[in-house]
């Protein structure tokens, strides 16, 4: 179900349009991006990388600078800890290489995904004391990792944080009987997370790989040192890179970042990503953020799903193109694999949604035993997009049930999960997404009033009290399409398509613009591609003029749609180029390349 939206918001857009060189339908847009003083416009449109927040601008930078400094000096044996996500392992590159800059003595562990789980664990502790490591630096994890972090001073071992998760925390009351929250902060030497309550960074929503970059960043800064302004720009591919696929929002210094890490990436001289771009026959000249969040980003985290997130970290490693291509086919290939498995954890999922009704829960909660537990994130996500509810899949792991969540706008995921924290042995992420462990069945007398309890039992417990607590309502789970301009096909002209070019790079936080356009007659259509599951459309506007119509979207809904709002054979109909239904669409328009013509080209969203 959906609702569609016209943005009213309002400002003197022949202003805007004369003082910035722009027409008044992309001041428009701006507008509807939330901005709405001419300083912000400015940034957007012609922001630099001048234009960023400094790095000392986030809590414990001077402490981790000081003590990373002193540290190459005296040549402790540092540790970068990631994670296994591609954010992770961005990081861990990003923060190796500029340490080793600096002259430090460092190396570089990711966790298993299966075997350690997120984060720092007392494994990789206990491994880090045997190998003679005097000093640990997190990044992507270690905000929640107190007891951990408790673990490795006991044996002398020193810790910097350096993440950008939710910081946990705990509700108390205060004696005139105030509830406040309280966070919890690992007891590390230095904690840089612009989420944190005390941290007066400007924009909090950047990702691991980001704080890795302004770390390395400011230790240029400070030191001055030439290996580590070599490699800035190439760092910071790196942390455009994390951006895009750990799915921030496109906005403030994010888009600069990402902007100009596109600019980069395309003339990359990693050898890794050359290889990765080429075994999925990319051309690295056109390099965008669809091939980033889609094709690149995927290969290097199906090495973290199905086997060690190592072997990624090893490719961006490489020193050779043969190494590298050798290693990027690998990822591929597991990506393939990861592509099959997935759409069966996905199509189990919506057996038992269907089976069991859950379209009536609030908060999905499906636990899936079979699926591969590496998977549960990938089909949470997909499940997500279908039914737009808050979806957890859970999954039988080697040490229990383990899942992940991803939400919805309107339900802050990991706020929801610290309400009912006696579920999970571990949890953690932020408003959108989650990792956990389900406690184990030994520990459930707490959560089932004393009966020991299944895997099975705790978690229908679970799905019960979350719903419970769940205060969305149905209006939250209809679709809002939020339409930028209603705008007549006929008004697309090239120049307009080459305007959307100012826009870019889109993704969460600042989308393609959404037209919108009434009474479409739809003459005829072909279906196209190899599978067929893509079509053309010639339409007629409301003035008479033809236009082509491109859907990428599921013709079998489509289909079903024209045959109840037109009765039996109007699909055929409309396939045959003997129909003249007319729909209402909502569209996009940029401009398509296809064997050497250029034209502009309109694609359909939305329709009714």
């Not at 509807?32 to 809590?59: H, V």
Request: net charge negative; charged share 25%; proline share 3%.
């Amino acid at each position: 179900m959906e609702k569609w939206y016209v943005a009213a918001k309002k400002a003197d857009f022949d202003k805007w349009a004369a003082e910035f060189g722009i027409s008044p339908v992309l001041a428009r847009i701006l507008r509807n991006r939330d901005l709405t003083e001419e300083r912000q416009i400015k940034k957007f449109l012609q922001g630099t990388l001048e234009d960023c927040y400094s790095p000392w601008l986030m809590k414990d930078m001077e402490k981790a600078v000081g003590f990373l400094i002193e540290a190459a000096e005296r040549g402790t044996f540092i540790r970068v800890i990631g994670d296994y996500d591609v954010d992770g392992i961005c990081s861990t590159y990003i923060l190796i290489k500029g340490l080793k800059a600096l002259g430090a003595r460092v190396d570089g562990a990711i966790p298993h995904r299966i075997h350690d789980g997120y984060g720092l664990n007392d494994t990789l502790i206990e491994e880090a004391r045997q190998d003679g490591v005097e000093m640990i630096v997190t990044c992507d994890n270690g905000i929640a990792a107190v007891s951990q972090i408790e673990l490795a001073a006991s044996y002398g071992m020193r810790v910097i944080v350096t993440d950008h998760h939710e910081v946990p925390f705990r509700m108390e009351t205060d004696e005139d009987g105030t509830e406040v929250r309280r966070e919890i902060l690992p007891p590390a030497l230095a904690v840089i997370d612009p989420k944190q309550e005390q941290c007066g960074y400007p924009f909090p929503g950047i990702c691991g790989g980001v704080v890795a970059y302004k770390l390395i960043r400011a230790l240029w800064e400070r030191t001055g040192n030439s290996a580590l302004e070599e490699i800035l720009d190439e760092l910071l591919e790196f942390a455009a890179l994390s951006t895009v696929c750990d799915v921030m929002e496109l906005k403030d210094e994010n888009r600069i970042l990402v902007k100009a890490g596109l600019n980069r990436l395309r003339n990359s001289g990693n050898q890794g990503l050359r290889a990765l771009a080429e075994v999925n026959r990319l051309d690295m000249a056109v390099l965008n953020v669809y091939h980033l969040g889609f094709v690149i980003g995927p290969c290097l985290n199906a090495t973290g799903r199905l086997d060690t997130a190592r072997r990624a970290l090893e490719l961006l490693q490489s020193g050779t193109r043969a190494e590298a291509y050798g290693l990027a086919r690998e990822l591929k290939e597991m990506n393939d694999s990861r592509k099959s498995l997935t759409m069966k954890g996905v199509e189990e999922a919506e057996r038992q949604i269907e089976a069991h009704h859950m379209t009536k829960d609030k908060v999905m909660v499906i636990y899936l035993p079979t699926v591969h537990e590496s998977l549960a994130g990938i089909v949470a996500g997909r499940i997500r997009e279908r039914y737009n509810h808050p979806v957890f899949i859970l999954t039988r792991g080697e040490e229990g049930v383990k899942g992940s969540g991803r939400s919805i706008e309107g339900y802050h995921m990991y706020n929801a999960m610290t309400e009912v924290k006696q579920y999970f042995a571990k949890f953690g992420g932020h408003a959108m997404a989650a990792g956990l462990s389900m406690a184990a069945p030994s520990l459930a007398r707490t959560v089932l009033d004393g009966d020991a309890g299944s895997e099975e039992e705790i978690i229908e417990a679970f799905r019960r009290e979350i719903n419970e607590r769940c205060r969305l309502t149905e209006e939250d789970f209809t679709v809002r399409v939020h339409i930028d301009v209603p705008m007549p096909m006929d008004y697309g002209t090239e120049e307009l398509a080459d305007e959307m070019n100012l826009l870019e790079p889109f993704g969460v936080g600042n989308p393609k613009p959404l037209f919108a356009q009434k009474d479409l007659i739809f003459l005829s259509g072909f279906k196209m591609g190899a599978n067929k599951n893509c079509a053309r459309y010639t339409v007629q506007t409301p003035e008479g003029n033809r236009r082509q119509l491109v859907y990428f979207g599921n013709l079998e809904i489509f289909g079903a749609f024209l045959e109840e709002k037109y009765g039996p054979g109007s699909e055929a109909a409309l396939y045959a180029g003997a129909s003249r239904m007319k729909l209402s669409v909502v569209y996009q328009m940029g401009k398509n390349t296809y064997r050497g013509k250029t034209e502009v080209q309109y694609i359909m969203q939305h329709y009714c």
